[in-house]
């Protein structure tokens, strides 16, 4: 069975401060798919990312990078300078290539991040 | 750039009242797909349904909710007696592929049972 843990429930920092939101993932497939979400205070779901299980390459996007390492069934996120507008719930998600026809995507329970100016 | 759109997006009603949440998926989408989220919870899945029917359901799918695409657009999720603990969040979305691309979410429908 699949199941996504962010340990992480709230995180505070200070504006410009890098910050490192931990995920760690369960599943018995060998091809999956990794995501990361951010729900700001208005609500939406706004996709980050996405790894399949045989792309280890770390990425950096901006201020934003991930690191996937399967060894440790990890996906962690950092966020380098931080704003305040970085302030949400953000969400690491998991989905298996086998099952279902429709591969449903899980959610970790969301780590909520608050930036202090 | 094409979106998931969701109607309405907040809709209050008496407990044991019928509920309809509607969306229109992505057009070129395959795969569709309803979540909810209790305030401040997290994102639980629902249900999936490709191909005219429903692929995976989750135990939170019981005989009160039912899913179907009536015209080849829309995609909607109903509630045949709500409960006050059906009082959440409902997003609703589409992917073009079963396992590629990325799931596009629409804003949510708020569902307020009282």
């Known amino acids: 069975a699949q199941k996504v843990t962010q340990a992480q429930t709230e995180i505070s920092v200070v504006e410009k401060e890098d910050v490192t939101l931990d995920c760690v993932y369960e599943t018995r497939d060998t091809t999956y798919y990794l995501f990361w979400y951010k729900q700001p205070p208005s609500g939406e779901l706004v996709f980050l990312i996405r790894r399949n299980s045989f792309d280890e390459q770390n990425e950096i996007s901006g201020r934003y990078s991930w690191n996937f390492q399967k060894s440790t069934s990890s996906f962690n996120f950092t966020i380098t300078a931080s704003q305040v507008v970085d302030s949400a719930v953000y969400f690491c998600?998991?989905?298996?290539?086998?099952?279902?026809?429709?591969?449903?995507?899980?959610f970790g329970s969301g780590t909520r991040l608050s930036i202090r100016p | 750039e094409p979106e998931v759109t969701q109607t309405p997006s907040h809709q209050v009603t008496q407990m044991g009242q019928e509920v309809i949440l509607r969306c229109v998926p992505i057009s070129n989408h395959l795969y569709f797909y309803w979540y909810r989220q209790i305030l401040g919870q997290k994102v639980e899945f629902l249900v999936s349904?490709?191909?005219?029917?429903?692929?995976?359901k989750s135990e939170i799918f019981d005989d009160q909710f039912s899913v179907e695409r009536p015209d080849g657009s829309n995609f909607t999720l109903k509630i045949r007696s709500t409960k006050l603990e059906d009082s959440a969040m409902y997003f609703c979305?589409?992917?073009?592929?079963?396992?590629?691309?990325?799931?596009?979410f629409g804003e949510g429908s708020r569902l307020t049972v009282l």
């Open positions: 998600a998991l989905s298996e290539a086998g099952g279902s026809s429709a591969s449903k995507i899980i």
């Open positions: 979305a589409s992917r073009v592929g079963r396992t590629t691309g990325e799931l596009f």
């Open positions: 349904f490709y191909n005219n029917e429903i692929s995976e």
